[in-house]
C-alpha cells in the first residue's frame, strides 16, 4: 500500500486514497503534467490470487477497449507498479460540496427532472459498453455513478467486482457479494440471479432499478430508500430478500417502470438498456415537452490516447492489437515519438531485433527533451537499445548505450540494473555489477530484480551472507518470486543447510511457472537427494 505523498513508479504523486471492498484508489497528479488521475488497484490481501489479478486484466482491458464515452469513466491504460496491478483512470473531480458520485445525491431529493436525465444517461453509457463487448458491470450501485462537474453521470469500475474473490480472512466487506462463477456484486444492489453466479445486461437492469428506486422514494437512510431492507450482512437473507420479497410500492410517476426492473424473473424485466431508455426519454418528453437533447458525439482518440490504449494492450499480452493501435497513433502524427518507442517494445518482445532498434531511434529523433515516467523519453530508448545490443552479444554497445542513458538521468533505476546485467553477462568484474546493482535498489528499494541479481553476484563472490539478505528481500518485496527462491535454496543446499534448502526449493516449485520446467525437475532431484542421503 502506498500512503498519502508517497510518488507511484517515480510519476504519480499519492493526493488522496480510497479504500473500498473491492479494492484502493489512488488520487493523484502526475508529475511533469500536474494531470489528475484516479489509480485503482487491489487491496493487500487480494495481491496472492492469481485467479483474480487474470480476471482483473480481463476486465481492464474490457474497460479500456471502450475508449472514450461521454458517460463511462475512460479507463487510460493498464499497468503493474511494484508488482502490483493498476488501471490509471479518468479522475471526476469533487465539486465545492465534495460530492462526485450519485450516493453524495441519492438522499437529498433529486429533481425529477434530474433523475430521468441521469437514467436516459445511464441506459446510454451501459448500451454502448455492452455493444463493445462487455457482458456484464455486475456492481451497479450508486457508489459506482460518478457525476461530473458539468451535472452528468460517468459509469465506473466495469467488470471490477467480478475479479474479487471471497478469501478465509477477517478483512472483508460484509456488504459485498464475493465472485462466484465469475460474477459479483453488493447485496443490495445484486440481482436474484447474481447470487446463483450468473449476470448479464438484464442483471444490471436489476441493480440500476434499485438505483432509480432509492432516487424517488425520499428516503434519508439506506435503509429507508430501499425497496426491501435487513441490516444483516448474512449471504443467504439477502439472497432471500431479492428472490422472495416484495417491493414497498411508491406513489410516484416512475415506479411502473422501476417495478419492471425488479421483476424477479429476468425474463420480465426490460429486454435491454435502450429499451428502458426509450421508456425514460417517454416519460422525460411528458414532463418536459421537449424531447431529451442527443447526447454528446463520441470522438475519435487523439494520437497520445492511441499510444496509452497501445501500451496497455501489449502489456496486456495482446501485442498485434497493440501494434495495430501504435501504427494507428503513428500515423495520425509521424512525430509521435511515444508510440515509435512502444511499436520498438513491441518488436523487441517478439524477438524482431532490427525492427526494434530502428524504431527506437526514429524515437529518439523525435524525442529530444520529452519525458515518460520522469525520465526524458531518450532515456527510455537509450535503455532500450542497450538492451537489444545486449541479446545481440555486441557488449561494448550495451554498455556504451546503458551509460548513455544514466547520463541522461541518473535516477533511472533500470538502466543501473541493466547496466549491472551487462557487466555480468560481458565477464567484467563481479564488483561492477554488484556496484550497479546497488545504485540501482538506492534508487528504487523496492526493486526485487536487482536484490534478487545482487544476491547472484554476491553467490559468486562468495559473499553468502549478503546474498541470502539479498534473495530474502527479493521475497520479501515479491513473494511469488520463483527464481529468487531457487537461487536461495542453492545458496542453503551449499552451506550444508538441508531444511533451509528444502523449504526454499518447495517454494520455488509452488510458483515456478511453465518456462522453469527443467529447474523445478532439478529442484526436485535436490529434494530427493536430500531426504534421501547415499
Given at each position: 500500500?502506498?500512503?498519502?505523498?508517497?510518488?507511484?513508479?517515480?510519476?504519480?504523486?499519492?493526493?488522496?486514497?480510497?479504500?473500498?471492498?473491492?479494492?484502493?484508489?489512488?488520487?493523484?497528479?502526475?508529475?511533469?503534467?500536474?494531470?489528475?488521475?484516479?489509480?485503482?488497484?487491489?487491496?493487500?490481501?487480494?495481491?496472492?490470487?492469481?485467479?483474480?489479478?487474470?480476471?482483473?486484466?480481463?476486465?481492464?482491458?474490457?474497460?479500456?477497449?471502450?475508449?472514450?464515452?461521454?458517460?463511462?469513466?475512460?479507463?487510460?491504460?493498464?499497468?503493474?507498479?511494484?508488482?502490483?496491478?493498476?488501471?490509471?483512470?479518468?479522475?471526476?473531480?469533487?465539486?465545492?460540496?465534495?460530492?462526485?458520485?450519485?450516493?453524495?445525491?441519492?438522499?437529498?431529493?433529486?429533481?425529477?427532472?434530474?433523475?430521468?436525465?441521469?437514467?436516459?444517461?445511464?441506459?446510454?453509457?451501459?448500451?454502448?459498453?455492452?455493444?463493445?463487448?462487455?457482458?456484464?458491470?455486475?456492481?451497479?450501485?450508486?457508489?459506482?455513478?460518478?457525476?461530473?462537474?458539468?451535472?452528468?453521470?460517468?459509469?465506473?469500475?466495469?467488470?471490477?467486482?467480478?475479479?474479487?474473490?471471497?478469501?478465509?480472512?477477517?478483512?472483508?466487506?460484509?456488504?459485498?457479494?464475493?465472485?462466484?462463477?465469475?460474477?459479483?456484486?453488493?447485496?443490495?444492489?445484486?440481482?436474484?440471479?447474481?447470487?446463483?453466479?450468473?449476470?448479464?445486461?438484464?442483471?444490471?437492469?436489476?441493480?440500476?432499478?434499485?438505483?432509480?428506486?432509492?432516487?424517488?422514494s425520499g428516503g434519508k437512510t439506506l435503509e429507508e430508500s430501499l425497496p426491501f431492507y435487513s441490516d444483516s450482512d448474512d449471504v443467504v437473507e439477502w439472497a432471500n430478500l431479492h428472490k422472495y420479497a416484495s417491493i414497498k410500492p411508491l406513489s410516484h410517476d416512475l415506479f411502473p417502470i422501476i417495478k419492471k426492473c425488479l421483476e424477479k424473473n429476468p425474463e420480465q424485466r426490460y429486454k435491454s438498456f435502450n429499451e428502458l431508455k426509450d421508456s425514460l426519454e417517454e416519460k422525460?418528453?411528458?414532463?418536459?415537452?421537449?424531447?431529451?437533447?442527443?447526447?454528446?458525439?463520441?470522438?475519435?482518440?487523439?494520437?497520445?490516447?492511441?499510444?496509452?490504449?497501445?501500451?496497455?494492450?501489449?502489456?496486456?499480452?495482446?501485442?498485434?492489437?497493440?501494434?495495430?493501435?501504435?501504427?494507428?497513433?503513428?500515423?495520425?502524427?509521424?512525430?509521435?515519438?511515444?508510440?515509435?518507442?512502444?511499436?520498438?517494445?513491441?518488436?523487441?518482445?517478439?524477438?524482431?531485433?532490427?525492427?526494434?532498434?530502428?524504431?527506437?531511434?526514429?524515437?529518439?529523433?523525435?524525442?529530444?527533451?520529452?519525458?515518460?515516467?520522469?525520465?526524458?523519453?531518450?532515456?527510455?530508448?537509450?535503455?532500450?537499445?542497450?538492451?537489444?545490443?545486449?541479446?545481440?552479444?555486441?557488449?561494448?554497445?550495451?554498455?556504451?548505450?546503458?551509460?548513455?542513458?544514466?547520463?541522461?538521468?541518473?535516477?533511472?533505476?533500470?538502466?543501473?540494473?541493466?547496466?549491472?546485467?551487462?557487466?555480468?553477462?560481458?565477464?567484467?568484474?563481479?564488483?561492477?555489477?554488484?556496484?550497479?546493482?546497488?545504485?540501482?535498489?538506492?534508487?528504487?528499494?523496492?526493486?526485487?530484480?536487482?536484490?534478487?541479481?545482487?544476491?547472484?553476484?554476491?553467490?559468486?563472490?562468495?559473499?553468502?551472507?549478503?546474498?541470502?539478505?539479498?534473495?530474502?528481500?527479493?521475497?520479501?518485496?515479491?513473494?511469488?518470486?520463483?527464481?529468487?527462491?531457487?537461487?536461495?535454496?542453492?545458496?542453503?543446499?551449499?552451506?550444508?543447510?538441508?531444511?533451509?534448502?528444502?523449504?526454499?526449493?518447495?517454494?520455488?516449485?509452488?510458483?515456478?511457472?511453465?518456462?522453469?520446467?527443467?529447474?523445478?525437475?532439478?529442484?526436485?532431484?535436490?529434494?530427493?537427494?536430500?531426504?534421501?542421503?547415499?
Amino acid at each position: 500500500m502506498y500512503s498519502m505523498g508517497a510518488v507511484i513508479d517515480g510519476r504519480y504523486k499519492v493526493r488522496d486514497i480510497i479504500r473500498g471492498g473491492m479494492g484502493v484508489v489512488y488520487v493523484c497528479v502526475e508529475d511533469g503534467t500536474n494531470i489528475p488521475v484516479a489509480l485503482k488497484t487491489f487491496r493487500d490481501e487480494d495481491l496472492d490470487d492469481s485467479s483474480a489479478i487474470n480476471s482483473f486484466k480481463r476486465e481492464a482491458l474490457k474497460w479500456i477497449t471502450l475508449d472514450t464515452h461521454p458517460y463511462i469513466v475512460k479507463a487510460n491504460y493498464y499497468d503493474e507498479y511494484q508488482y502490483r496491478p493498476h488501471i490509471v483512470m479518468e479522475l471526476i473531480p469533487k465539486d465545492e460540496e465534495g460530492r462526485n458520485v450519485l450516493s453524495d445525491f441519492v438522499y437529498d431529493g433529486v429533481p425529477y427532472k434530474q433523475i430521468l436525465e441521469w437514467g436516459i444517461q445511464f441506459c446510454i453509457g451501459m448500451s454502448y459498453a455492452y455493444s463493445k463487448g462487455i457482458e456484464a458491470h455486475a456492481d451497479i450501485k450508486p457508489d459506482n455513478i460518478m457525476i461530473t462537474l458539468e451535472g452528468n453521470i460517468k459509469i465506473t469500475d466495469f467488470g471490477i467486482a467480478k475479479s474479487i474473490k471471497k478469501k478465509s480472512n477477517n478483512n472483508l466487506d460484509t456488504n459485498f457479494l464475493y465472485s462466484c462463477d465469475g460474477c459479483g456484486g453488493t447485496l443490495q444492489w445484486a440481482a436474484p440471479e447474481q447470487f446463483d453466479g450468473f449476470c448479464n445486461e438484464k442483471s444490471d437492469i436489476y441493480g440500476f432499478g434499485i438505483v432509480l428506486y432509492q432516487l424517488i422514494s425520499g428516503g434519508k437512510t439506506l435503509e429507508e430508500s430501499l425497496p426491501f431492507y435487513s441490516d444483516s450482512d448474512d449471504v443467504v437473507e439477502w439472497a432471500n430478500l431479492h428472490k422472495y420479497a416484495s417491493i414497498k410500492p411508491l406513489s410516484h410517476d416512475l415506479f411502473p417502470i422501476i417495478k419492471k426492473c425488479l421483476e424477479k424473473n429476468p425474463e420480465q424485466r426490460y429486454k435491454s438498456f435502450n429499451e428502458l431508455k426509450d421508456s425514460l426519454e417517454e416519460k422525460y418528453q411528458k414532463l418536459t415537452g421537449t424531447p431529451i437533447s442527443f447526447p454528446p458525439k463520441i470522438k475519435s482518440l487523439g494520437t497520445v490516447e492511441l499510444s496509452n490504449k497501445g501500451i496497455a494492450l501489449f502489456r496486456l499480452g495482446l501485442k498485434e492489437e497493440a501494434k495495430s493501435v501504435i501504427k494507428n497513433a503513428i500515423n495520425k502524427n509521424q512525430g509521435n515519438y511515444f508510440a515509435h518507442h512502444v511499436l520498438g517494445r513491441i518488436y523487441e518482445s517478439e524477438g524482431k531485433l532490427n525492427k526494434a532498434k530502428k524504431k527506437y531511434f526514429e524515437a529518439l529523433k523525435y524525442a529530444p527533451k520529452h519525458t515518460f515516467n520522469n525520465i526524458p523519453l531518450f532515456a527510455h530508448s537509450n535503455n532500450n537499445l542497450g538492451n537489444i545490443f545486449l541479446k545481440e552479444g555486441n557488449c561494448d554497445e550495451a554498455i556504451k548505450y546503458f551509460k548513455t542513458a544514466i547520463r541522461s538521468s541518473k535516477n533511472y533505476y533500470r538502466a543501473h540494473y541493466n547496466l549491472g546485467v551487462a557487466y555480468s553477462t560481458c565477464k567484467k568484474p563481479l564488483t561492477f555489477a554488484f556496484k550497479k546493482y546497488l545504485d540501482a535498489i538506492n534508487i528504487n528499494p523496492d526493486y526485487a530484480e536487482a536484490y534478487a541479481n545482487l544476491g547472484v553476484v554476491a553467490f559468486d563472490l562468495n559473499w553468502f551472507e549478503c546474498s541470502e539478505s539479498a534473495y530474502k528481500k527479493a521475497i520479501r518485496i515479491k513473494k511469488d518470486y520463483a527464481e529468487a527462491y531457487f537461487n536461495l535454496g542453492n545458496l542453503y543446499w551449499v552451506q550444508n543447510r538441508p531444511r533451509h534448502a528444502i523449504r526454499a526449493y518447495l517454494n520455488f516449485i509452488r510458483y515456478a511457472g511453465p518456462n522453469l520446467t527443467d529447474k523445478v525437475e532439478e529442484a526436485e532431484n535436490i529434494i530427493f537427494n536430500i531426504a534421501n542421503p547415499t
